[in-house]
């Protein structure tokens, strides 16, 4: 389904930090988001075991602590750690580049999509689009499998959902 | 508008931006400071080889080792070989996957910035939001800015001269972005 809209936006230090989280968990394999959590409960249970069953002297409990932990930082990897950098390292690169982020205004229409900012135009046919993502508060328009335009999901009342 | 210093036409091929990616990619991308990472693993693995040779056979200990020996040379391989590789395949599949790419872009380059435009397309960035300005044999690399922040010029794409006049502008406006690749030249007989 096609659906018009214009909109006109800057891009706040909260809607770049939401983006970058986003743009990463879309990035992640699946596999990895199952994976982690699975390899870091069985490290924990292992670790646990270990020291209820082997836990003998200091060192062997330091061990199986340091297993323990090692699971849970596992665990956490992909929901806890990771959002953490990104959204700290991309709210660092928001403040230094502020000045260089533009105002910016998205066409987009039945049979082209056009974005401009204040040093940067392109308009382009739909069927250049390589995909359209709508994350929970950020809608991504791609034109290759790296370079996108992202729109905030704050500026949009109700996300259209937008179809190649 | 000031007149350009310089204006050229540029299109590039698969292989000329897979190129560029890859060096994008080492220097700024997934592969930056894979030579740190590598040496870690490389004084890892030499201590296991240290611990195989000094230690007597021990049946935990051998295996182990042994296997974390495999691993640290798998992984030495892996940041100088086979990242850089997977960096340019993945250069080709962005190429393949953008409509863009592959246009003819028209680059008009000013004192202060230069503009890149085509049909679909235009960009103007100023000298001040690059931050790397590499020049290879064949490629001008421009990284930079808050999109599209990797762009390529073939060399293919422009004359001797204007070529000349381009590396020497970058060098003059850029001297803390610019640097040159090294390559090796062949002794003259």
Same mark, same amino acid.
């Given at each position: 389904?096609?659906?018009?809209?214009?909109?006109?936006?800057?891009?706040?230090?909260?809607?770049?930090?939401?983006?970058?989280?986003?743009?990463?968990?879309?990035?992640?394999?699946?596999?990895?988001?199952?994976?982690?959590?699975?390899?870091?409960?069985?490290?924990?249970?292992?670790?646990?075991?270990?020291?209820?069953?082997?836990?003998?002297?200091?060192?062997?409990?330091?061990?199986?602590?340091?297993?323990?932990?090692?699971?849970?930082?596992?665990?956490?990897?992909?929901?806890?750690?990771?959002?953490?950098?990104?959204?700290?390292?991309?709210?660092?690169?928001?403040?230094?580049?502020?000045?260089?982020?533009?105002?910016?205004?998205?066409?987009?229409?039945?049979?082209?999509?056009?974005?401009?900012?204040?040093?940067?135009?392109?308009?382009?046919?739909?069927?250049?689009?390589?995909?359209?993502?709508?994350?929970?508060?950020?809608?991504?328009?791609?034109?290759?499998?790296?370079?996108?335009?992202?729109?905030?999901?704050?500026?949009?009342?109700?996300?259209?959902?937008?179809?190649? | 508008?000031?007149?350009?210093?310089?204006?050229?036409?540029?299109?590039?091929?698969?292989?000329?931006?897979?190129?560029?990616?890859?060096?994008?990619?080492?220097?700024?991308?997934?592969?930056?400071?894979?030579?740190?990472?590598?040496?870690?693993?490389?004084?890892?693995?030499?201590?296991?080889?240290?611990?195989?040779?000094? %230690?007597?056979?021990?049946?935990?200990? &051998?295996?182990?080792? #042994?296997?974390?020996? $495999? @691993?640290? *040379?798998?992984?030495? =391989?892996?940041?100088?070989?086979?990242?850089?590789?997977?960096?340019?395949?993945?250069?080709?599949?962005?190429?393949?996957?953008?409509?863009?790419?592959?246009?003819?872009?028209?680059?008009?380059?000013?004192?202060?910035?230069?503009?890149?435009?085509?049909?679909?397309?235009?960009?103007?960035?100023?000298?001040?939001?690059?931050?790397?300005?590499? %020049?290879?044999?064949?490629?001008?690399? &421009?990284?930079?800015? #808050?999109?599209?922040? $990797? @762009?390529? *010029?073939?060399?293919? =794409?422009?004359?001797?001269?204007?070529?000349?006049?381009?590396?020497?502008?970058?060098?003059?406006?850029?001297?803390?972005?610019?640097?040159?690749?090294?390559?090796?030249?062949?002794?003259?007989?």
């Amino acid at each position: 389904m096609i659906e018009n809209m214009q909109v006109s936006f800057l891009p706040t230090e909260s809607d770049y930090v939401m983006m970058c989280l986003e743009r990463q968990k879309y990035l992640t394999p699946k596999e990895n988001r199952v994976l982690f959590p699975v390899a870091g409960i069985i490290d924990i249970v292992c670790g646990t075991l270990g020291m209820i069953l082997r836990g003998e002297s200091v060192f062997e409990m330091i061990c199986w602590l340091l297993l323990i932990a090692a699971g849970l930082l596992i665990l956490s990897y992909y929901d806890v750690i990771k959002p953490f950098f990104i959204a700290g390292s991309a709210a660092s690169y928001y403040r230094y580049h502020q000045k260089d982020i533009n105002s910016k205004t998205i066409c987009i229409n039945a049979e082209s999509i056009t974005v401009s900012d204040e040093l940067h135009r392109i308009s382009v046919p739909r069927e250049y689009v390589y995909k359209i993502y709508q994350a929970k508060k950020t809608l991504f328009i791609f034109l290759d499998q790296e370079e996108f335009i992202y729109i905030p999901g704050r500026v949009i009342e109700e996300m259209p959902s937008l179809n190649k | 508008m000031a007149k350009p210093i310089l204006t050229f036409e540029n299109q590039l091929r698969i292989g000329e931006y897979a190129e560029g990616y890859r060096l994008y990619d080492l220097r700024c991308g997934n592969s930056a400071g894979r030579e740190i990472k590598a040496s870690l693993f490389f004084f890892l693995g030499m201590a296991m080889l240290f611990m195989l040779m000094r %230690e007597q056979f021990n049946i935990l200990k &051998l295996p182990v080792c #042994t296997i974390v020996l $495999l @691993i640290c *040379i798998y992984m030495c =391989c892996f940041f100088i070989y086979i990242l850089p590789n997977m960096a340019k395949q993945r250069g080709e599949r962005i190429y393949k996957s953008s409509h863009l790419l592959s246009e003819k872009y028209t680059f008009h380059v000013h004192q202060d910035y230069f503009i890149m435009q085509n049909e679909y397309e235009s960009l103007k960035r100023y000298y001040t939001e690059i931050h790397d300005c590499i %020049e290879t044999d064949t490629l001008f690399l &421009l990284i930079g800015g #808050t999109e599209k922040k $990797l @762009i390529v *010029i073939a060399k293919r =794409c422009l004359e001797q001269e204007q070529c000349e006049t381009l590396s020497h502008f970058f060098r003059k406006e850029m001297v803390h972005q610019y640097r040159r690749t090294r390559f090796r030249r062949r002794k003259k007989k």
